[in-house]
């Protein structure tokens, strides 16, 4: 009666169900420091160990250690004193706060500020609007206030989305060959993840990081190192003050911030700055055209929802928005990895 396909409804509707269960375990087994602690003891360690050491209930610890283990986060041996963990290759490489490619402070974001706006997912599709009232109490009129809304949530949000290009920086950079662009301004460049990827695969290239004053002050002082000469910044908001004379402009997830208006303002002040030959890189996640995915650009359109003022976009939008601030020539480059690339040209 019923097909193989018919079969697996329920547990397609059940892992479904429990997505946001899988999210909370991995954000707090990165919270209570699980997987640093199994890092620095190099082997295994029993629950009880666990437990005292990040000062837990060894009942909760241990089923927070089983459920990693369901979830290939951790691996579990059998001994004759009880059962011992140890991380597994994933989680050496990005949950531990001191790996290079670590994702900890992107899934801290996730735990401690999305998924706050995401309990009013239903208010933000029957509004059309972000949930910074409900969620947090704060006006979202000015956007970046609201996400800005302390010192310490802004500085969280730096190392949040600054975390993924360790892992996704490279592959956009090297979409296009960017080595005719010396002069390169990143909008919204904020902590300069992704002028670091610039620089060092660049090498005759400059990077200046032009954002809000705040988030400007913020990356000097921890994100990009006083030495690194070849990294510059600029003070300024890229709607109200000039935006100086480049080569390059990239804007990396700016945007999808904003909804299009927004951004023909920027793209049409950016196109009249840009030196003649000068080109934009954008660097967004990209929905395919026919409206099939990918899932993940999809869910951070929602997030875009719930979160900002934009939407993720189809290579089409993006390019008509381009197009009509005069861009030309304009190229896509899909990375197969979480962001790609569109260079336009002036
Ligand atoms: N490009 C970075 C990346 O992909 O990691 C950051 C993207 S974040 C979504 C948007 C950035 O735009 C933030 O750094 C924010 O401070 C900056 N920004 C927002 N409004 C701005 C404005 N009016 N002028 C300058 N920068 C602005």
């Given at each position: 009666m019923s097909s193989t396909e018919d079969l697996d409804y329920p547990q397609i509707l059940f892992q479904y169900n429990n997505g946001f269960l899988v999210s909370k375990i991995m954000f707090t087994a990165c919270e209570l420091g699980v997987f640093d602690l199994l890092l620095e003891s190099e082997g295994s360690l029993s629950s009880d160990a666990i437990a005292e050491h990040l000062g837990t209930s060894v009942s909760g610890m241990e089923r927070l250690l089983d459920a990693c283990v369901g979830l290939k986060l951790l691996e579990v041996e059998m001994k004759s004193e009880g059962a011992f963990y140890r991380n597994t290759e994933l989680s050496n490489l990005y949950l531990t706060k001191s790996s290079p490619k670590s994702q900890y402070h992107?899934?801290?974001?996730?735990s401690k500020t999305v998924y706050l706006c995401w309990h009013y997912l239903t208010d933000a599709v029957r509004d059309g609007k972000n949930q910074y009232e409900r969620a947090f109490g704060v006006s979202s009129?000015?956007?970046?206030?609201?996400?800005?809304?302390?010192?310490?949530?802004?500085?969280?949000?730096?190392?949040?989305?600054?975390?993924?290009?360790?892992?996704?920086?490279?592959?956009?950079?090297?979409?296009?060959?960017?080595?005719?662009?010396?002069?390169?301004?990143?909008?919204?460049?904020?902590?300069?993840?992704?002028?670091?990827?610039?620089?060092?695969?660049?090498?005759?290239?400059?990077?200046?990081?032009?954002?809000?004053?705040?988030?400007?002050?913020?990356?000097?002082?921890?994100?990009?190192?006083?030495?690194?000469?070849?990294?510059?910044?600029?003070?300024?908001?890229?709607?109200?003050?000039?935006?100086?004379?480049?080569?390059?402009?990239?804007?990396?997830?700016?945007?999808?911030?904003?909804?299009?208006?927004?951004?023909?303002?920027?793209?049409?002040?950016?196109?009249?700055?840009?030196?003649?030959?000068?080109?934009?890189?954008?660097?967004?996640?990209?929905?395919?055209?026919?409206?099939?995915?990918?899932?993940?650009?999809?869910?951070?359109?929602?997030?875009?929802?719930?979160?900002?003022e934009g939407k993720e976009r189809t290579p089409t939008e993006y390019s008509k928005l381009l197009a009509a601030a005069g861009f030309r020539e304009i190229q896509v480059k899909k990375t197969g990895k979480l962001y790609d690339a569109i260079l336009g040209r002036k």
């Open positions: 992107n899934l801290m974001y996730y009129k000015d956007l970046f206030g609201a996400l800005y809304r302390s010192e310490e949530e802004m500085i969280k949000f730096m190392y949040g989305l600054n975390a993924i290009w360790s892992i996704c920086g490279r592959d956009v950079i090297a979409a296009f060959d960017l080595s005719p662009f010396t002069v390169i301004y990143d909008l919204g460049g904020c902590a300069g993840g992704l002028a670091q990827e610039c620089i060092s695969l660049y090498p005759k290239s400059t990077v200046t990081i032009y954002d809000l004053p705040k988030v400007v002050q913020v990356a000097k002082e921890r994100f990009v190192p006083p030495e690194e000469r070849r990294i510059t910044f600029h003070e300024g908001d890229f709607f109200k003050d000039p935006i100086p004379e480049a080569d390059l402009y990239i804007l990396a997830r700016i945007l999808h911030d904003w909804a299009d208006g927004k951004c023909m303002q920027l793209l049409t002040k950016m196109y009249k700055a840009c030196k003649p030959g000068g080109g934009v890189l954008l660097v967004e996640t990209l929905l395919n055209e026919d409206k099939t995915g990918p899932l993940e650009a999809q869910l951070y359109s929602m997030n875009m929802l719930v979160q900002a």
